[in-house]
């Protein structure tokens, strides 16, 4: 694999007061707008292209910015493709194929300092001269491909420092090593005819000169002048290049003058195909940085399926690729591992919280089941954008938890920034909560009574002689005793009752169970974990089934009836609403 930037510590730039990135070759930033995604690759960016910043790019005016990279993976086939001088530079501080940088620059409008780390004392040196040469030879120039805002301007320049002509540059170097000595004497024929020592040169330009020239003798005698008209070599008019859009038989039109749908296709378009022309090709000499905002923007979801492969693909041709996105689409559960969750609080500005992969690797054993269950295309749309997790057990929560926390709350879970999720197996909660605090993110679940004698003692949060267990077990033996229930090991199984759910119900029924019902509830509350006191959510509800029809009416009698009317349990209902939007204590900031 080529070089890449692994660890990125931006100090003081814009939002990041002190952030911290884990990158990889494929590195999708998520989070809400405004949150410092852009402001997290702009600092990537300026990391390895040289530019000063203004007063608006410090968050304090008084400290200095500093971004510092961790560049893996140099080889030695890296360092011999450097110039001799530039490689002088920067080998002796590569140290296991590991070179640390910081780029730094004192205050707004002053000069920035690249300095480079001693593997050995750990002490930053001073700037060598020419290291951002070397360290440019390593990363050459970013792509940006930014937000739409700026698409019109971008291509309208034809320069090498927009997206179009760095996209071009990179894409018709085969055209230059092709055709370069077919073009070339084309061009020296025409540097004949307009240059100021052209053999062939227009006889008109010939006329200007004489009569120029007359007049400078009569001001400054023994000097004279030629029209001289540079011609562009080969390399030249590539860079210069941009492009036109054609529409049916019509005339090409500019680029900035179709929609944002058409423009971000068409950026996009050029991506997929720089990416079928880097793949395969092997990545020596360094990596090349392609940093996109929201490449998913104006596109519909069969072309951000395209768009996603596109970017992978360069992943592993020899480019380094971090992007801002809203879209799940953009995301696969095998992608998780890699994404950074951005936030954003005050005073301590953006931060990237902890990756899943470390997080999921220190605590599950079966690491791929539980990226899958956290991060399906399904919930990742959901997980990534939410202040808290609320994970559930059944599908009558998963069906109708958002109509009934909108009646009640008067507004959606999306507004509240709650992320409702269904667990693959109950037996998920414990590690599901894990995760998730791991990578700083708040979670509750709702499940059912039966949890409580299943899985409550295995997972710990009930001790395995616990005092309301044991009552109630005496209560479920009774109850089999009265050939109401059946039981099987203690615990009620498929039977006279029928499901082993409506054994609990009936449990939760009893008067001898209700209060060591009521003491498992706030034991296991305090852990943030809901359970059903009445065996289920339907009971509570007041449902008699688990059906489409059924959840389809309650929440149409929520949209225009009052909760008393609709549900048997309309205060238990009301108090699971304001706990779910309730921040769990352990993890409420400082």
């Known amino acids: ?33 405004n949150c410092g995604k852009s402001n997290c690759l702009t600092a990537l960016q300026w990391l390895v292209r040289r530019a000063k910043l203004g007063l608006e790019d410090f968050h304090d005016p008084v400290q200095p910015v500093q971004v510092m990279g ?27 194929g590991v070179l640390m940088v910081r780029r730094e620059q004192q205050a707004p409008g002053g000069d920035t300092e690249l300095t480079v780390m001693n593997p050995d004392t750990g002490d930053w040196e001073p700037n060598p001269t020419g290291i951002d040469n070397a360290i440019s030879a390593l990363f050459p120039d970013p792509i940006r491909i930014g937000a739409m805002e700026n698409a019109e301007e971008d291509a309208s320049k034809a320069k090498t420092t927009t997206t179009i002509g760095k996209l071009l540059a990179s894409m018709l170097a085969a055209i230059q090593e092709q055709h370069e000595e077919a073009l070339t004497p084309h061009l020296a024929a025409i540097l004949g005819m307009i240059s100021a020592e052209g053999g062939e040169r227009f006889e008109e330009l010939g006329r200007i000169d004489e009569s120029i020239n007359r007049k400078i003798s009569d001001l400054f005698p ?45 950026q996009m378009a050029m ?37 996603r492969e596109a970017l992978r693909a360069l992943s592993v041709a020899g480019y380094q690729v971090v992007f801002s996105t809203h879209s799940a689409q953009m995301i696969l559960a095998k992608d998780a591992k890699n994404a950074l969750l951005m936030t954003k609080t005050h005073p301590d500005g953006t931060k990237a919280r902890p990756r899943m992969q470390s997080v999921v690797e220190r605590l599950v054993e079966n690491p791929t089941h539980q990226l899958h269950q956290l991060f399906s295309l399904t919930n990742s749309s959901q997980i990534l954008f939410a202040d808290k997790v609320v994970l559930t057990e059944g599908k009558t ?15 959606t879970v999306g507004q509240s920034s709650l992320a409702i999720v269904a667990m693959t197996g109950v037996a998920d909660t414990k590690k599901s909560m894990e995760v998730l605090s791991g990578i700083g993110l708040p979670s509750c679940a709702v499940v059912d009574l039966d949890f409580a004698f299943r899985h409550a003692m295995k ?69 943030n974990v809901w359970l059903w006191s009445a065996g289920a959510i339907e009971p509570h509800l007041g449902l008699s089934e688990k059906s ?43």
Request: charged fraction near 25%.
């Open 70 to 96: 961790t560049l893996r993976g140099i080889t030695e086939a890296d360092l011999a493709v450097l110039e001799q001088k530039h490689r002088k530079k920067i080998e002796g501080h590569v140290r296991d």
């Open 222 to 266: 023994g000097i004279r002048i030629k029209l001289d008209f540079p011609v562009p070599v080969f390399n030249d008019l590539i860079k210069a290049g941009t492009v036109k859009v054609y529409e049916g038989e019509g005339r090409g039109r500019a680029f900035g003058s179709y929609g944002h749908g058409a423009q971000r296709a068409i």
């Open 397 to 411: 929560e998963l069906r109708l938890l958002p109509s009934i926390f909108q009646a009640v709350a008067g507004k």
């Open 548 to 590: 489409e029809h059924a959840w389809l009416t309650l929440q149409v009698r929520l949209e225009s009836e009052p909760l008393e009317d609709v549900c048997a349990d309309a205060e238990g209902i009301r108090s699971l609403v304001e706990w779910m939007g309730a921040v769990p204590a352990e993890v409420q900031p400082a």
């Open 459 to 527: 997972h710990g949060f009930l001790q395995g002689d616990d005092p309301d267990i044991v009552a109630c077990k005496a209560v479920l033996a009774r109850m089999a005793g009265d050939g109401l229930i059946s039981l099987e090991g203690g615990l009620p199984r498929k039977g006279v009752q029928g499901s082993a759910s409506k054994a609990f119900e009936l449990l939760a029924a009893d008067d001898g169970a209700k209060v060591h019902i009521a003491e498992l509830v706030k034991k296991l509350r305090d852990q």
């Open 1 to 33: 694999m080529a070089v890449y930037i692994s660890d990125l510590d931006i100090r003081n730039f814009r939002s990041c007061v002190a952030a911290n990135l884990q990158l990889t070759h494929f590195t999708p930033l998520v989070g809400l707008n």
């Open 271 to 307: 991506v997929r195909h720089l990416a079928d022309l880097k793949r395969g090709e092997a990545a020596a000499g360094g990596a090349t940085l392609l940093l996109v905002d929201e490449p998913e923007l104006f596109m519909h979801p069969f072309a951000v399926e395209q768009v």
